[in-house]
């Protein structure tokens, strides 16, 4: 096998790039998909869970009642969207799904709280969605806690002990994202989930395409060297996801105001060398399959579903069990949302997401080196099946 | 329906051609059932925290204590100096830091406020916010607890007592709040669809690219029967798959099943006429199998995100939400959600079971207009 030629290279990324533009759509997709995602993330999607609607079942129908079911509504996070009469009321609403939460005031409330007798309150809340479920827990423990500070508070006042108040006052700080948007948490694991995907995907189907069609032998007893081959089927595609994660950078910034606090040529570092982890992933697949439709599933599975689920896109590495954990080791998206987020978020430098770049330089050494190797050997390989032809 | 029989079985025969595709037709449910019934678990537990204690006080450990005997938290470190949260908190290690300042002690002794900050990594924002509704009532609770302490000594026994109003929370459907329960039903939807979407795009797709399609067009095939036949393989693959779906999710992750077996055939089927619809739709406007898994990629996204699998529908905004009622994944999420773990039956589903159904006849019959199109 004869090394890469500059020559061979070149005349196969310009044939790729006729082909891509020859598909004008699979060219929007790769470079509008990911805009397009963004605006959605950047606009519907949250996962800041607010305006909870809330039913109230007031047993007492006292003053003191009323003002802890202003304590919730006048917040963001509940709407008061139903005022029962008994909590039988309760369970045909919350079966609707009409209400995810429920809170019930017991009678004798406010007499209870004169008499410095501390009530409970009942709350009822939708498990179904867990994560709503414990967000909605949260709020409400802390907005009883805040009330009954402000009850006990007015109490003393008013016996002329207010001397005593507040013994402990906490100020709360919150770094990196105050506003607590989870659009910034999100468009960093777009990112990841853009180059792998469209890398994985692109390039696993456009070898595996000229296998299907017949060309690749066309292409192989051609003039051109095998690494000629391989490397110049995956530039074009690495520029165009690059390209496209510039694209969605500028978009965030300018759109969703998040900028890039770190410093921008190690985020172009470790981009990269993402996309060569992603682009050996993707020569892979296609070493190892014979029809588009195989290698996409497979792209879809050892790409999309790993960037989504075990890179800590949405779900944190640290809640999985120690064996997913052990597997989210192999997972290069996980280190590269880790130094995304830390060097666009944090204005992290390489003294903090040094471990992170380690490991997506070795991956992408493994993946291209292990593709490599198996497309070399590969050549002689393709055989016909217990000699069924193709029809 | 003969003519229907023998499309079937070519069809089968030609699934059958890449003995790579049959494995991963149900290897891949499998895996994406395993890793999202473990991996995907938003549950707030354990935040890796940090202590910056520069009292050490007997008040300033009480206080801390408070916070990790929560359940919420877990320290990472102790640290002297401020400075030193940023490194945890730079690189991730810790997601709070409770910094408890000199003096902290004395001000309690003396009666006068003391001060505290709580400082959470915001980038995790659902973390994050949890963390702070726990921590700021922890906070209250340790400075409610002091106040009786200090009432008592001013007034004795039998005086005022600060009142604290407490919560019986109850929680319906999901007692534990398991994600798992949440999230497994959204992955019975999430393998239909992209299953039956892209087998089929791309099983047609594949034909008009081979030049085989032509072929078929010539024989005495009818359209109707050529339709049915090519689609009805993959009903029976997504049957197959969201039975061996149902059957892992009831007896591996014990996941309940709560509503009657026929309703969630039901929906599956009117979800199916959805999603073979767009298959078949994006056959007719697709040139290359690449194009069609472009097109199939680009209708899936928004599905999975619009519909409500991780990010609940609620919490957008109302253009948004108006936006999903024209999504097919909404109703069935919502179906399959009541279905296995509210135990719903015909009165809570049929007002998603109908506009699915209904979105499902319309996809269908548009992109089946359009095939006879080509085909004639």
């Keep these: 096998m004869k090394g890469p030629t500059l020559g061979g290279i070149r005349s196969v990324v310009k044939k790729e790039f006729r082909e891509i533009r020859r598909d004008s759509r699979s060219l929007g997709f790769m470079i509008f998909l990911p805009a397009f995602l963004l605006l959605m993330f950047g606009f519907a999607l949250t996962l800041d869970v607010k305006h909870i609607a809330l039913a109230v079942v007031d047993g007492d129908g006292s003053q003191a009642s009323r003002e802890l079911v202003d304590q919730f509504s006048t917040t963001e996070y509940f709407d008061l969207k139903a005022v029962l009469p008994m909590t039988t009321a309760i369970d045909p609403l919350m079966a609707r799904e009409d209400i995810g939460a429920a809170l019930v005031i017991p009678p004798r409330f406010a007499e209870d709280l004169l008499a410095g007798r501390s009530p409970s309150v009942q709350v009822l809340l939708d498990g179904s969605n867990a994560m709503t479920g414990a967000t909605a827990g949260g709020y409400i423990a802390a907005i009883l806690q805040t009330y009954s500070q402000k009850i006990t508070l007015e109490t003393l006042a008013r016996r002329g002990l207010g001397g005593l108040a507040a013994p402990v006052a906490a100020e709360v700080r919150v770094w990196y994202n105050p506003e607590l948007r989870s659009s910034n948490f999100l468009i960093p694991g777009l990112i990841a989930f853009i180059l792998m995907v469209i890398v994985t995907i692109s390039t696993a189907s456009s070898i595996v395409r000229e296998k299907e069609r017949g060309t690749m032998d066309q292409l192989r007893i051609s003039s051109l060297g095998s690494p000629d081959l391989i490397i110049g089927k995956m530039i074009p595609y690495a520029l165009i996801s690059l390209g496209s994660a510039h694209l969605v950078l500028l978009l965030s910034q300018v759109l969703f105001g998040v900028g890039i606090k770190g410093s921008y040529p190690l985020l172009l570092l470790a981009m990269v060398l993402f996309v060569c982890g992603a682009l050996g992933q993707g020569l892979f697949i296609s070493s190892i399959t014979r029809t588009q439709q195989v290698a996409f599933l497979l792209a879809l599975l050892t790409s999309m579903l790993p960037t989504f689920i075990l890179s800590g896109f949405i779900f944190p590495v640290r809640n999985m069990p120690a064996v997913v954990q052990a597997i989210t080791y192999f997972v290069p998206a996980r280190y590269f949302l880790a130094a995304l987020r830390a060097i666009v978020l944090k204005d992290a430098g390489l003294a903090a997401v040094w471990p992170q770049i380690l490991f997506l330089a070795a991956f992408a050494l493994l993946a291209l080196g292990g593709s490599a190797a198996r497309m070399g050997r590969g050549e002689k390989e393709p055989r016909p099946r217990r000699g069924r032809a193709r029809a | ?376």
């Excluded at chain 2, 600060?162 to 459907?173: F, G, I, K």
């Design chain 2, 1 to 376: 329906m003969k003519a229907i029989l023998s499309i079937v079985h070519k069809e089968f025969l030609q699934l059958r051609r890449d003995r790579r595709l049959f494995p991963l037709l149900f290897l891949s449910p499998i895996l994406q059932l395993l890793l999202l019934g473990y991996a995907a678990n938003l549950d707030v537990r354990n935040i890796p925290a940090v202590v910056c204690d520069q009292d050490g006080s007997a008040a300033s450990r009480e206080f801390i204590a408070g916070f990790l005997n929560s359940g919420y938290f877990s320290v990472r470190a102790r640290v002297g100096r401020l400075e030193a949260i940023d490194a945890y908190l730079d690189r991730g290690l810790a997601s709070t830091a409770f910094v408890i300042p000199r003096g902290f002690g004395d001000d309690l002794a003396g009666g006068r406020p003391g001060k505290v900050m709580i400082i959470a990594d915001g980038v995790e924002s659902q973390t994050a916010t949890i963390g702070v509704n726990y921590s700021t009532m922890i906070a209250k609770r340790y400075a409610q607890r002091l106040l009786l302490e200090r009432l008592e000594r001013v007034q004795g026994r039998g005086g005022i007592r600060p009142v604290q109003v407490d919560a019986r929370v109850r929680v319906w459907y999901n007692p534990e709040l398991k994600s798992r329960n949440f999230m497994i039903p959204g992955v019975l939807g999430l393998i239909l669809m992209v299953m039956t979407i892209a087998l089929a795009s791309m099983g047609i797709v594949r034909e008009k690219e081979a030049g085989t399609m032509e072929q078929l067009i010539v024989t005495p095939i009818r359209p109707h029967q050529l339709i049915v036949g090519k689609l009805l393989p993959f009903v029976l693959i997504g049957l197959v798959e969201a039975a061996f779906v149902l059957a892992v999710a009831a007896f591996w992750f014990v996941v309940p099943v709560r509503g009657s077996l026929g309703l969630i055939l039901l929906a599956c089927l009117a979800f199916m006429l959805n999603t073979l619809g767009f298959g078949l739709l994006i056959s007719t406007i697709s040139r290359t199998q690449q194009q069609a898994i472009f097109t199939a990629i680009f209708f899936i996204m928004p599905m999975i995100l619009l519909g409500g699998f991780v990010i609940p529908i609620e919490s957008m905004p109302p253009f948004f939400q108006a936006v999903s009622r024209a999504i097919p994944t909404r109703y069935f999420f919502t179906m399959i959600r009541g279905l296995m773990i509210r135990g719903a039956g015909w009165p809570e589903i049929w007002d998603q079971m109908l506009p699915l159904a209904a979105l499902g006849a319309f996809v269908l019959s548009l992109s089946i207009a359009r095939f006879r199109k080509k085909l004639d």
